[in-house]
């Protein structure tokens, strides 16, 4: 079986420099290849649809109007941005509409903070399709190996939003793997990237949070291009003391990095949305829609939910009262009622200031109450449902198993990305775009193919 290469006996900033500096594109198995493709597929479909949110174009018309040289696609957008600037909006975008993956290991939204700011430099400086794959591969391993050595204080915890932080890091050493520096090099770009990523889950619900994936994918970048050009930076940041793990964790487990994902590699864990909202409303949702479909279940037929999840959930995705579509994401009790009324949770239109107004939701959503958990696992929902007759309900719900046909799973994000490219592109342009990423490992230059992206 093909795993990520050894970390070996050096520092830990040093070990995780190495193996990424070493992955090649020979490297990974079929199945890792099959879901870097998936994930790239999957967050410029859900960029092309970002690019015409407020937040988006906020961005780039402040990006815009400070100019600089034209070196690198912005998506959804007939325009050109210098590189670092293309990776901020385009990463700001992917995440606009929290459609994009996530994976557990981090916890965050790995491919949204790495591929922008992949994509950006095979934009400005041209690479191959393997070789962006395989950066991504790289920068995934690393985020999530960094991720499982500060959990749960970095997220759970203080609070940081690992998308910003731990995503900022991956985009470095994605980067670094993509430029084709050294261990030592890439160890540099991965202390650049330390001393300046940053993102509060506080801020979830807001455009910030967009925001913190394209900040992540800026500094990544940045950092790998200032590490080739000599910038100096200690090469054990994550490390040291008062590094990254000590000033962003109260839990500091550097052992966990030298354990081998299942499947040899971090990304085959990732999680691909097929709800328009935040990922832990994703068990709630789909125990919901199991029992709406039980007869004799409608709204008004439903006197009180009850959902027992993590503590976890609590401080990511309860605002318990929201007012606006972004908001809407990021409420427990107002997609859990969505779906058992029967809204469909994978539409983006259905996250509006008027589906967090409508009365029959507004009362449904205010039956739902919570038995929050500290043991519990994240992705893990029981959901028990009273009718109005007495009749007690129950649903059981793990979102966090990653698809194992793969077939199938491409399947379902071809269509998503139809969904959210061809009001964008138009059917045919969505459909050549598609067919170009599907072999995205062919194409010598993911320039010509990123030309396709524009709006």
């Given at each position: 079986?093909?795993?990520m290469?050894?970390i070996g ?24 290849r099959?879901v870097a ?32 040289a ?9 325009a ?12 700001a975008?992917g995440?606009a509409l ?12 790995p491919?949204v903070?790495?591929l ?9 400086r041209?690479a191959?399709?393997?070789?962006v794959?395989?950066?991504?591969v790289?920068?995934?391993e ?20 690992a998308?910003?932080t731990?995503?900022?890091l991956?985009a470095a050493?994605?980067c670094?793997n ?11 770009a ?12 506080s801020?979830f619900?807001?455009d910030?949070k ?9 500094t990544g970048?940045?950092?790998a ?23 962003h964790?109260p839990d ?5 990095a ?5 499947g ?8 691909f949305?097929?709800?328009?909202a935040?990922?832990?409303?994703h068990?709630?949702i789909e125990?919901?829609?199991s029992?709406?479909?039980?007869p004799?279940?409608?709204?008004e ?7 027992t999840l993590?503590e ?13 579509g972004?908001e809407?994401k990021?409420s ?5 009622a ?10 983006l239109?259905?996250y509006?200031?008027a589906?967090?107004?409508?009365p029959r ?8 109450e ?10 893990l929902?029981d959901?028990?449902?009273r009718?109005?007759?007495?009749t007690?309900?129950?649903?059981h ?12 799973q ?11 490219a061809e009001?964008v592109?138009?059917?045919a342009?969505?459909?050549?775009l ?9 194409e010598?230059?993911?320039?010509a193919?990123?030309?396709l992206?524009s709006g």
């Open positions: 079986m093909n795993v290469p050894d006996a050096q520092g830990l900033t040093g070990r995780l420099a190495a193996a990424a500096a070493a992955l090649r594109w020979e490297d990974l198995p079929d199945s890792v099959t493709r998936q994930a790239t597929l999957d967050t410029i479909g859900c960029a092309l649809a970002g690019a015409g949110e407020p937040l988006a174009d906020i961005l780039f018309a402040e990006l815009a109007e400070a100019g600089g034209p070196q690198a696609d912005v998506i959804g957008r007939s050109r941005l210098p590189a670092a600037a293309a990776a901020l909006a385009n990463g975008a995440h929290d459609f994009d993956d996530v994976n557990m290991g981090m916890p965050g939204h491919s903070a790495i922008p700011a992949l994509l950006a430099l095979a934009s400005a041209g191959s399709g393997a070789a794959l395989t950066a991504l790289a920068g995934t690393l985020a999530c190996r960094v991720g499982r050595t500060m959990a749960p204080g970095h997220y759970d915890g203080l609070g940081f939003h998308t910003g731990l995503g900022g991956g050493a994605a670094a993509l430029l084709g520096l050294d261990a030592a090099r890439t160890a540099v991965i202390g650049i990237a330390a001393t300046q990523v940053a993102g509060l889950k801020m619900g807001t910030c967009p925001l913190h994936a394209g900040a992540a994918a800026r970048l940045l950092a291009r200032l590490a080739a050009r000599g910038f100096t930076a200690r090469t054990d940041a994550i490390e040291c003391a008062q590094g990254f793990a000590a000033t964790s500091f487990h550097p052992t966990r030298e354990e081998t994902a299942p040899g590699f971090h990304i085959l864990a990732n999680l949305k097929y709800h328009a935040c990922y832990l409303t068990a709630p125990a919901a829609r029992l709406r479909t039980h004799g279940v409608a709204p037929r439903i006197a009180a939910v009850r959902l993590s976890a959930c609590d401080r990511v995705c309860n605002i318990p009262t929201p007012r606006t972004l809407a990021f427990l009790r107002l997609t859990t969505m779906a058992l009324a029967g809204v469909e949770t994978g539409a239109a259905s509006s200031e589906t967090a107004a409508d939701l507004i009362a449904l959503r205010d039956k739902v919570f038995d929050f958990r500290p043991d519990r696992t994240h992705t929902a959901l028990e449902l009718l109005t007759d007495g007690i309900l129950t649903a719900h793990d979102s966090g198993v990653p698809a194992a046909d793969l077939a199938d491409g399947r379902r994000l071809g269509v998503k990305f139809r969904a959210l009001p592109l138009g059917a342009r969505a459909d050549a598609a067919v170009r990423l599907a072999a995205l490992e062919t010598p230059d993911v320039g193919v990123l030309a992206c």
